[in-house]
């Protein structure tokens, strides 16, 4: 095939996704619902990319990712090579290739993509190049690095966590990692479903750390099982990424309600017992129920399809805007349709309802009472959503999850040491003499 040939190759080779399990088939398990690209399959969905010189892709990555580069390399077979150009700007391309909204970052801004004939599979192919390669036996090559003697704690095993502890060993720092929870991973392990992101992917992201050098310190909290005073002392400075976990809930009435829980206790309860065989807990028991999901993005889409895998009779997601104002991946809306999940746009919960009275108490919630809402533009050009006068209903409802969204919830123990957080829980770093992820203490970014 000739040079001309194979850069218009995009015009008789169509844009094809990893083979995906129907819904029937995949709502009884809790396993990844695409199955990996062949080889062929890589290099074929590889070689439509355009390389157009302006890669509009890299640009729609929030990382910046050499994407026509490792696509290319992809294309000639040279996996590991792939894999490792990868490695450059993204310490966790194996878990982005499954989870990030690709649709809305590098595949949207796909020059092939903007011309309406589909965009490179560039999710599809990131996940097969990482898994191919440490199936290969690909592991970071760190002959190179010369040791510093310098030593970091990093507290919080989550993605931050992990992709701080991949760059410090890189650059020839020791590398502790503290996490209160038995496994590595954070919202990796505990919160993304294993219908998502497999929990075997994460562990072997362990095996691949560790053979780095990382350490990991595990089931102990900074601040209960080890004073944070201790890492000041031991280590030559501390990373904190302790992660969002702090739930909004809209301050609805009812939220003490039987049967209305937050979405992180929902959907880790539901790994742990997938994935490490505990009981399901009675919270998370919605068998046969109907069960109400408040929220609009991924989260809320974990819970609606989580809550189908569970046995729920019917599964609703109730957002305040339209469908386009989601800001959930369309794909993960597009999954959740095709199980079974229904959707009631433009509809604002406004309490959580047992006997139809807006009590709080023991009681079991029977229903959310709601408002249609409308979209209304206001002089800054924008839209806001308003609640319509008359056109409150209530939905029936046996089980509600709200997923709201999350803050940073920041340790105690960074106030007793003068860091100061944001309206938002946000830590505050940088500033006047430091460096842009240092903290008001000199020791801790």
């Known amino acids: 095939m000739s040079g001309q040939d194979e850069l218009f190759r ?3 080779t169509p844009r094809a996704l990893p083979a995906k399990q129907p819904a029937a088939e995949r709502v009884t398990h809790h396993r990844e619902i695409r199955g990996p690209f062949t080889p062929a399959d890589a290099t074929t969905q590889s ?15 929030p990382l910046h990712n050499d994407i026509p580069g490792w696509l290319k390399l992809v294309r000639a077979g040279r996996i590991i090579e792939a894999c490792e150009r990868m490695h450059l700007t993204n310490p966790l ?10 649709e809305r970052l590098c595949e949207g801004a796909c020059t092939l993509q903007r011309g309406e004939l589909g965009a490179v599979t560039i999710g599809g192919v990131e996940r097969f190049a990482v898994d191919e390669a440490v199936r290969r036996g690909w592991r970071p090559d760190l002959s190179g690095v010369r040791e510093t003697g310098r030593r970091v704690a990093i507290v919080g095993a989550g993605p931050a966590g992990l992709a701080c502890a991949d760059r410090l060993r890189r650059a020839g720092i020791a590398a502790d990692v503290y996490d209160r ?12 479903p294993s219908f998502k992101l497999e929990k075997t992917v994460v562990l072997q992201r362990r095996r691949i750390l560790e053979g780095m050098g990382v350490r990991f310190h595990l089931g102990i909290e900074i601040g209960r099982d080890k004073a ?11 990373f904190t990424a302790t992660g969002a976990y702090r739930t909004l809930d809209g301050d609805l009435p009812g939220l003490g309600l039987q049967g209305v829980q937050q979405a992180l206790p929902f959907l880790i309860g539901t790994t ?8 399901l807990a009675a919270a998370c028991d919605v068998t046969g129920r109907r069960v109400i999901v408040l929220g609009g993005g991924d989260t809320a889409m ?10 729920a009779r019917e599964v609703t997601c109730v957002y305040r805007r339209d469908e386009i104002g989601m800001p959930g991946s369309i794909n993960e809306v597009t999954h959740a349709r095709e199980e079974g999940v229904a959707f009631q746009y433009r509809c604002q919960p406004l309490a959580l309802l047992a006997n139809a009275l807006e009590v709080v108490g023991t009681q079991r919630v029977e229903g959310v009472r709601v408002s249609a809402t409308a979209e209304v533009a206001d002089t800054a050009t924008a839209a806001t959503w308003s609640n319509v006068p008359g056109s409150e209903r209530v939905l029936a409802a046996d089980a509600v999850i709200i997923a709201f969204g999350f803050r940073a919830a920041p340790p105690e123990w960074q106030g007793g040491l003068g860091i100061a957080s944001d309206t938002q829980g946000r830590t505050r770093v940088g500033g006047q003499g430091r460096m842009p992820q240092q903290t008001a203490h000199p020791k801790v970014f």
């Open 10 to 12: 995009f015009l008789d």
């Open 47 to 61: 070689s439509r990319c355009l390389d157009c010189g302006n890669p509009y892709c890299s640009r729609g990555c």
């Open 93 to 102: 391309p194996e878990i982005c290739g499954r989870v990030c909204p690709q």
């Open 181 to 192: 929870h038995d496994e590595i991973g954070g919202l990796l392990m505990y919160g993304i």
């Open 228 to 238: 944070f005073a201790e890492l000041l002392d031991g280590y030559d400075a501390v």
């Open 272 to 279: 742990e017992s997938v994935h490490a065989g505990k009981p």
């Open 302 to 311: 974990d819970c609606v399809r989580t809550a189908v895998r569970l046995g």
